[in-house]
C-alpha cells in the first residue's frame, strides 16, 4: 500500500510566524503536489513537483513556497503566516505517466489543519 | 478553461437504496476522470477512473461510474447504499496526454449523507 504521511495532523500558528508542512511518500512517485482545501472551493492546488528541485506554480501559489531535496519529502512552506492561510492542507503523490510528467491516480494524506491566529 | 461541477452540495438517501453523485467536466480533447472520497478528518482516497474503453467503470466499495461523452458527465452510483458510504466525493478531470503536463481539476465536492 502506497503510504504518504504528513508531518503534523493539526497546527496552531500566529501571524508572521514561518510555518514548515511536511509531506513524505514511500512508494518512490516522481510527482507530489500540495492542496489546500476550504468548504466549497473543494481542493485547490498550490505547488507540484515532477522531481527532485523542480517544482511548478498552482492556482494559488502566492504566500507559500516549496521545497524538495529528496525524492520521497517535499515540504510546503508559509514564509509569514496570515489569517486567510487557516485552512486544510493535503499533500499527495502519484506516479507520472512514462516520458511525461503526467499524474495518474494521486495518493493522498491524511492531512494537515492549519489555524493561524 | 478546464472544469469540473458538482450540482449538488449534499445528497441524502436511505440506507439501501440506490445512490448517484453528479458530475460533468469540460476539458480539450479526451478526459481522465476520477472520483475521490473523504471520510472526516481523513485524506482523498481514490475510487475508481476512467481513462478509455468501457464506458461503465467498476471501483471500490461497490461503487461504478458512467462515462457520457456526449453529456460530458460521469456520475457516481452504487445500487445500495450503506449507512457507511456516508462522506465527501469528489470528481476530478485532466485531459488526455497531448503533450507537456497536464493539470488535474478537482470539483467542489458533494456530502453524502446515508440515513439508517
Known amino acids: 500500500d502506497v503510504k504518504v504521511t504528513q508531518s503534523s495532523r493539526y497546527l496552531v500558528k500566529r501571524t508572521g510566524e514561518k510555518v514548515f508542512l511536511e509531506c513524505v511518500q514511500d512508494?518512490?512517485?516522481?510527482?507530489m503536489f500540495w492542496y489546500r482545501q476550504d468548504p466549497g472551493l473543494g481542493l485547490r492546488l498550490i505547488y507540484f513537483?515532477?522531481?527532485?528541485?523542480?517544482?511548478e506554480k498552482g492556482d494559488i501559489p502566492e504566500g507559500y513556497s516549496v521545497s524538495r531535496e529528496k525524492k520521497e519529502r517535499f515540504s510546503l512552506i508559509l514564509e509569514s503566516a496570515s489569517t486567510n492561510q487557516t485552512s486544510m492542507y493535503l499533500c499527495?503523490?502519484?506516479?507520472?505517466?512514462?516520458?511525461?510528467?503526467?499524474?495518474?491516480?494521486?495518493?493522498f494524506g491524511p492531512g494537515t489543519r492549519l489555524t493561524v491566529l | 478553461a478546464q472544469s469540473v461541477a458538482q450540482p449538488e452540495d449534499q445528497v441524502n438517501v436511505a440506507e439501501g437504496n440506490p445512490l448517484t453523485v453528479k458530475c460533468t467536466y469540460s476539458v480539450s480533447g479526451n478526459p481522465y476522470l476520477f472520483w475521490y472520497v473523504q471520510y472526516p478528518n481523513r485524506g482523498l482516497q481514490f475510487l475508481l477512473k476512467?481513462?478509455?474503453?468501457?464506458?461503465l467503470v467498476k471501483g471500490s466499495y461497490g461503487f461504478e461510474a458512467e462515462f457520457n461523452k456526449s453529456q460530458t458527465s460521469f456520475h457516481l452510483k452504487k445500487p445500495s447504499a450503506l449507512v457507511s458510504d456516508s462522506a465527501l466525493y469528489f470528481c476530478?478531470?485532466?485531459?488526455?496526454?497531448?503533450?507537456?503536463?497536464?493539470?488535474?481539476?478537482f470539483g467542489t465536492g458533494t456530502k453524502l449523507q446515508v440515513i439508517p
Open positions: 512508494m518512490d512517485h516522481e510527482n
Open positions: 476530478a478531470v485532466r485531459a488526455a496526454y497531448s503533450g507537456g503536463y497536464q493539470k488535474v481539476t
Open positions: 499527495a503523490s502519484s506516479f507520472a505517466h512514462i516520458g511525461t510528467l503526467n499524474t495518474d491516480t494521486q495518493y
Open positions: 513537483s515532477y522531481d527532485v528541485k523542480m517544482k
Open positions: 476512467y481513462i478509455t474503453g468501457d464506458n
